[in-house]
């Protein structure tokens, strides 16, 4: 069964047991997380940049809303840092990996290493909404040393900077 298939017959469970009551609340649960993830991973890069943006400024309106904290909480003002340095890095990828693409990285292993390590982080942040999974950042460090002078138009030196920020910001790093 191919990805658009399992999405359409989730959908359709989903919304023949929406109005059961034989059907648990856990169940429902269940069904409608598995099929938004299944929906989420046929999105175009630009299409999870543009979610993931609208949900932290949904979030930003939201949690300082005076309705949904009250008492010690009443003021409360979301903090969204690891979640906007990851939609930065995520476009720092995509802009390094565009200009490799003009490159002959095929036949060229330091290229191709490049490549490669910048893809399987791009796949960890696009497997969920909000990414809960990064390689570590002495890769990306690796390879700044070993190929900023070599390829200065990738500012490696400095995504591997920012990579470290986004990484030290991330709440529930291993």
Same mark, same amino acid.
């Given at each position: 069964?191919?990805?658009k298939? &399992? $999405?359409?017959l989730l959908?359709? /469970?989903?919304?023949?047991? !929406?109005?059961? &009551?034989?059907?648990?609340?856990?169940?429902?649960? $269940?069904?409608r @997380?598995v099929?938004?993830?299944?929906?989420?991973?046929? /999105?175009?890069?630009? !299409?999870?940049?543009?979610r993931?943006?609208?949900?932290?400024?949904l979030g930003? &309106?939201w949690?300082?809303?005076?309705? $949904? =904290?009250?008492? !010690?909480?009443?003021?409360?003002?979301?903090d =969204?840092?690891?979640?906007?340095?990851v939609?930065?890095?995520y476009?720092?990828?995509r802009?390094? /990996?565009?200009? $490799?693409?003009?490159?002959?990285y095929?036949?060229?292993?330091?290229?191709?290493r490049? &490549?490669? #390590?910048? !893809?399987?982080?791009?796949? #960890?942040?696009?497997?969920?909404?909000m990414?809960? @999974?990064?390689?570590?950042?002495?890769?990306?460090?690796? /390879?700044?040393?070993?190929?900023?002078f070599?390829y200065?138009?990738?500012?490696?030196?400095?995504?591997?900077? #920012?990579?470290?920020?986004?990484?030290?910001?991330? %709440?529930?790093? %291993?």
């Open positions: 069964m191919n990805k298939e &399992k $999405i359409a959908s359709d /469970l989903y919304n023949k047991i !929406e109005l059961s &009551k034989s059907v648990s609340t856990g169940e429902r649960h $269940i069904i @997380k099929l938004r993830e299944e929906e989420w991973l046929l /999105l175009s890069d630009d !299409e999870r940049q543009s993931r943006k609208a949900a932290i400024s930003k &309106k949690v300082a809303d005076p309705f $949904i =904290y009250t008492g !010690e909480n009443h003021n409360r003002i979301a =969204y840092t690891y979640e906007e340095l939609i930065a890095e476009d720092f990828i802009e390094i /990996l565009k200009i $490799i693409d003009t490159m002959n095929s036949k060229n292993l330091d290229l191709l490049i &490549k490669m #390590f910048l !893809e399987m982080e791009k796949d #960890f942040i696009d497997e969920t909404f990414s809960n @999974k990064h390689m570590p950042p002495e890769f990306f460090k690796n /390879l700044s040393n070993s190929f900023d070599k200065p138009d990738l500012n490696l030196s400095k995504f591997s900077e #920012f990579y470290d920020r986004m990484y030290e910001s991330w %709440p529930n790093k %291993p």
